[in-house]
């Protein structure tokens, strides 16, 4: 394996980029080379041939692939080349491109979300017990930046509570399906190399079995709507986050709830800054940007467009980066939050205002699945 000289982004600007690395370009490609070894196994076994080939991404070289990628506006061409050396000619056969681009980024997108998944759980939980210490606790609210009325902490608390079981549940809806339809989507490649007109949906079922993908049963190379509801799903945890964040921020600012670390000035000393919740509002800022990229792109056209589906890849990736950060973020946030706000004395038998959306927000939490999407 060679290293790619000169690597464009290590994080610079993106401050808490550790948790978004994966979905980096080492975990896509691990995730291209797993389709290509499940489908050389399918396929092997569906023709009745032999074949105990590895296929190693370790063993790739990186500027070879580049190159390649750069003369031929996709990164599978090279690709399959490079593991055809390793494997031999039955690597890639029946397959496009497209299959393997679209199989991996459903790998990687379902890993990402899962484990943005588990972070939100863990958020969550924290905002439970708070919510539940101060669901008597007064707290003026606003509306349109103005003072409002007054309700509690813990109904604002809870409030966050919904807005992560919202997120949650939007993950737990999304599929993550295999894509499997050779160069122009209709399968016909698959039975005319295996003299069977069932082979690419048996081809289907084995691989996506293999790889933990859904078996969508037919192959979706111009219907987009897969891609926007993993999409929706990582905005969503972005939207969640950038919520959370703004309520963390204004809260700090009036001291009510601050991190215990806080980040530095290059300027002010003095400064503790809500560093996680700058960050949340600013994931949730930017996330809508490379949704609306997919959502434009899954305008397709023939059997594959002309840059629609290419305009996809790092949109597609950005959105589930900015998933994993802000369900970190969050996350940390939750574990690093200190109430100042003191609590109400229990002198009366009538329940606080807000108590039951306190209640129903925490209710609901616990109503979701434990552990992870089966």
Not at 237 to 264: E, F, K, N, Q
Request: hydrophobic share 45%; aromatic share 4%.
């Amino acid at each position: 394996m060679t290293a790619v000289a000169d690597a464009f982004d290590w994080g610079l600007l993106e401050p808490a980029g550790r948790a978004g690395s994966v979905v980096s370009d080492d975990r896509i490609l691990d995730a291209m080379v797993e389709l290509e070894s499940a489908h050389l196994a399918a396929w092997s076994s569906l023709i009745d041939v032999e074949n105990t080939a590895t296929l190693d991404a370790t063993a790739l070289d990186r500027d070879a692939l580049l190159r390649e990628s750069r003369r031929s506006g996709v990164p599978v061409v090279g690709l399959a080349q490079a593991l055809r050396q390793q494997g031999g000619t039955l690597v890639h056969q029946g397959m496009t491109s497209q299959d393997v681009v679209d199989s991996a980024l459903m790998m990687v997108s379902r890993d990402a979300l899962t484990g943005a998944r588990d972070a939100l759980r863990a958020a969550g939980r924290v905002f439970a017990a708070l919510a539940r210490e101060h669901r008597g606790t007064p707290f003026a609210v606003r509306t349109l930046s103005q003072e409002a009325e007054t309700t509690t902490l813990g109904a604002v608390i809870g409030g966050w509570l919904d807005v992560v079981s919202s997120a949650v549940e939007t993950v737990d809806v999304a599929e993550f399906p295999l894509q499997l339809g050779g160069a122009v989507g209709d399968g016909e490649a698959f039975a005319r190399l295996a003299g069977r007109p069932d082979a690419a949906a048996i081809l289907r079922r084995r691989i996506s079995a293999a790889l933990g993908l859904a078996d969508p049963g037919r192959a979706w190379h111009t219907d987009r709507s897969p891609v926007l509801a993993v999409a929706r799903a990582a905005a969503s945890i972005c939207s969640a986050g950038g919520r959370v964040g703004r309520d963390l921020a204004l809260l700090a600012r009036d001291g009510v709830a601050t991190p215990l670390h806080g980040g530095a000035s290059s300027a002010m000393p003095h400064k503790k800054n809500p560093v996680d919740a700058v960050l949340l509002v600013a994931n949730g800022l930017r996330v809508s940007g490379p949704v609306a990229v997919l959502q434009v792109a899954s305008l397709s056209y023939d059997a594959r467009p002309a840059g629609e589906w290419h305009a996809e890849w790092q949109a597609w990736r950005e959105t589930l980066r900015l998933a994993a950060e802000s369900a970190s973020l969050l996350q940390n946030a939750a574990d690093d939050l200190v109430i100042q706000a003191r609590r109400a004395p229990a002198t009366t038998t009538t329940a606080p205002r807000g108590a039951r959306e306190v209640d129903a927000a925490i209710a609901r939490f616990e109503r979701l699945r434990e552990g992870d999407r089966s």
